[in-house]
């Protein structure tokens, strides 16, 4: 993890362009006469972005939604797609991950431009989304101190999803680590809008646009909550104390995980999430899409949590690095 | 590979945007206003594309040569790269990798904007490269009937230096398939500007900058001679006639290799070229960099070779298929 850290901070001495916004936000923000260009780069590596049963479909959604969710908090629209696929020697892999990339491009009307594919021993796809911003994007680095620290929608529903994934099911009479293979196996019932939100997620690009204009500092958080909202308050340079209960969790969440602390931990740790974050003057203008105000900007530095029971101890992971 | 063509067909299908050039081009290239954006996508797997024993600084070199080679097509400028990193747990690699990087981007003058690392078990680095152009953006596609078919300096070097590298050196005393460690084993004598064509190549950005106004139709030929040809002839629905004997050949590569047929059939397939083929009406303008003619494009299919000898089957691999 050393290396991993002194590796990105060597990258961020040579991204000294200002459209590189010294690699601490999810974007490059280029300005090219009257378009401002939104970049991004994500790529999803098998047994460590995704589970080998995964349905190829969802992988080729997820690698559109991971690209278009850091588009989502910049309030950009996306132009374009460039992909990077492996082909390992599993022809109808490809085929139904094709199928997937289609209709995850469709659905987001966004289009593949170009790309490349190349032969590996290892699944690691990449995709470069193009996006453009006619208004101001917001970065991780413009909170205040006083705002309100606010996120879109649900948060754990991908994760929880997730998790009923890696389980073995009711009924199967055995026990395994293995993920059932969700192309082939019998449905779940509890749950399914959970494994839907994991594998289908849906990045919230009305809303980022719609919050674009309003916010100081917004980001996606498909790492965490807790983690993204300790790099949002690191950019600012500020403290974000965040009330836990106050997170909001979809019925499907709290019918399968409760809603006491351990499940609140869960929820904001476990990632996958679409959402979006942001802080803004409270009370924020009326909007078109549900916001839910989790905590406060503060002077300091890192998170603070607490619950009606008090402070809470951060938990040892706040998110996924990688 | 049958698999593979079908999956390229299939992201064919997909790719319907006229940007996206039916993915028959290198590049993507999408009219913003003013600026002509040219995007291009590639990746570099170890064991595929680099040697493991590769100095990684050349690997870091090689990744920004590929992509700039397929800017150079074109006739554009580069603006910026994204990056996508694999950290598979050897920090000393990765900071060689990235001393490497720094001293390619700067070379080149490309800001590193953004990009991602993801852990892995395989080292897969990608790159994505914007690019502006001013003016018309050559494709493949728009060779003529009766043009001349062109290459800028000479072929088969970096073919030639990887060779030299996969070889036993002088005075080892054994014989073995590994590469030998560039970084650390004693450096070679003859060949060494070989070995430099292959580990630090030079993509022809000015050259491409000024043939592009002139060409019918320009592609890089990182991927072979050969092939390539047979690439630019099939997108331009001709035949190229080539004459091997006319493909320039450098005086280190005529120092190791000769320029017998057999040489010439090595320089025009091995690939890691960084020059430009071309078509155009000859004769030329007066042109900045050295160009030759190697051939004429014909109505027909696929490309013919023919020496002082007369016709020359075509070998079975005609460059790299990746």
Partial sequence: MAGEFAFIERLRAIANHPAARGLLDDVAVLDIGAITLVLTH????????FLATDPPESVAW??????LSDLTAKGATPIGALMGHTLIG????????ADGLEQALTHFDVPLLGG????????????????????PVPSRAGAREGDGLFVTGCIGDPGAGLD?????????????????????????REGDELVTAYQRPEPQLAAGQALAPVVTAMMDISDGLLIDAQRLAEASGLAAMIDLDAVPLSAAFKSVRGEARAARLFATTAGDDY????????????LPCPVTRIGTMVSGHGIHLH???GGVPLPPQLGWQH
């Fill in 42 to 49: 994500d790529s999803l590596v098998e047994g460590v972005h």
């Fill in 116 to 135: 490349d594919t190349v032969r590996a021993s290892e699944r690691h796809l990449a995709m470069t989304l193009i996006g453009g911003a006619a208004g």
């Fill in 62 to 67: 997820k690698l559109l939604a991971v690209n």
């Fill in 275 to 286: 959402q979006l974050l942001f802080t803004a003057a409270d009370p924020l203008p009326p």
């Fill in 90 to 97: 599993d022809a109808a892999w490809d085929a139904a991950f």
């Fill in 164 to 188: 009923l994934l890696r389980r073995p099911r009711v009924g199967e009479g055995r026990w395994t680590d293995k993920a059932p293979d969700a192309r082939s196996g019998p449905r779940l």
């Fill in 307 to 309: 619950d009606s029971d």
